[in-house]
T-cell receptor, first 114, second 117 residues
Framework: NAGVMQNPRHLVRRRGQEARLRCSPM?????VYWYRQLPEEGLKFMVY????????ESGMPKERFSAEFPKEGPSILRIQQVVRGDSAAYFC????????????FGPGTRLTVL | AQSVTQLDSHVSVSEGTPVLLRCNYS??????LFWYVQHPNKGLQLLLK??????LVKGINGFEAEFKKSETSFHLTKPSAHMSDAAEYFC???????????????FGKGTHLIIQP
């Protein structure tokens, strides 16, 4: 049973470009969470999604960031017009239905904005 | 609202000596508490989890943690450190019974564990 998969593992963008980060949850998991880890910091919750539905986006920046979890395919975290401050590690986690505390994390995508 | 404070940003111990990583939490309800470990350039691995059962929780790799409600603490311990334990450790609280707010986990800032040979 494959774990949570994220790609790419490393992503380099120039200021003003778009970054798209992908997350495939564990098989059988219906909930996806995105977290951001800034250097020397813990992870900060960004958004919680089910298939075709955003449950909680209270941790998402109000502009330039969006997330989706379509009926088919991976969850996508999209950052438009990236700035240097967006450089961070972005982690995805998934959990089975009814167990939101039991989150399994992917290896993360390290975004560097030049 | 919930929060986590990891009292030490860095802890250094000698191989074979005990490890103590301190964590205090704040939660309005009965929380679930976790410790995660993150090795360099890797994802997070769950070490152990407390969910209102036994207050002493045993995890993987010889780690354990004790939930002390009176002290609002959930310190992580290990009797004898190995070189492979060198990593970043995060104390995490979840308060899904709060009825509102973020549904994600709330992470502490992390404790970097250094093992001296």
């Amino acid at each position: 049973n494959a774990g949570v998969m994220q790609n790419p593992r490393h992503l380099v963008r120039r200021r003003g470009q778009e970054a798209r980060l992908r997350c495939s949850p564990m098989k059988g998991h219906s909930h996806v969470y995105w977290y951001r880890q800034l250097p020397e910091e813990g992870l900060k919750f960004m958004v919680y999604l089910q298939k075709e539905n955003i449950i909680d986006e209270s941790g998402m920046p109000k502009e330039r960031f969006s997330a989706e979890f379509p009926k088919e395919g991976p969850s996508i975290l999209r950052i438009q017009q990236v700035v240097r401050g967006d450089s961070a590690a972005y982690f995805c986690a998934s959990s089975p239905l009814g167990y939101p505390d039991t989150q399994y994390f992917g290896p993360g995508t390290r975004l560097t904005v030049l | 609202a919930q929060s986590v404070t990891q009292l030490d940003s860095h802890v250094s111990v000698s191989e074979g000596t005990p490890v103590l990583l301190r964590c205090n939490y704040s939660s309005s309800y009965s929380p679930s508490l976790f410790w995660y470990v993150q090795h360099p350039n890797k994802g997070l691995q769950l070490l152990l989890k407390y969910t209102s059962a036994a207050t002493l929780v045993k995890g993987i790799n010889g780690f354990e943690a004790e939930f002390k409600k009176s002290e609002t603490s959930f310190h992580l311990t290990k009797p004898s450190a190995h070189m492979s334990d060198a990593a970043e450790y995060f104390c995490v609280v979840s308060d899904h019974n709060s009825g509102g707010g973020a549904d994600g986990l709330t992470f502490g800032k992390g404790t970097h564990l250094i093992i001296q040979p």
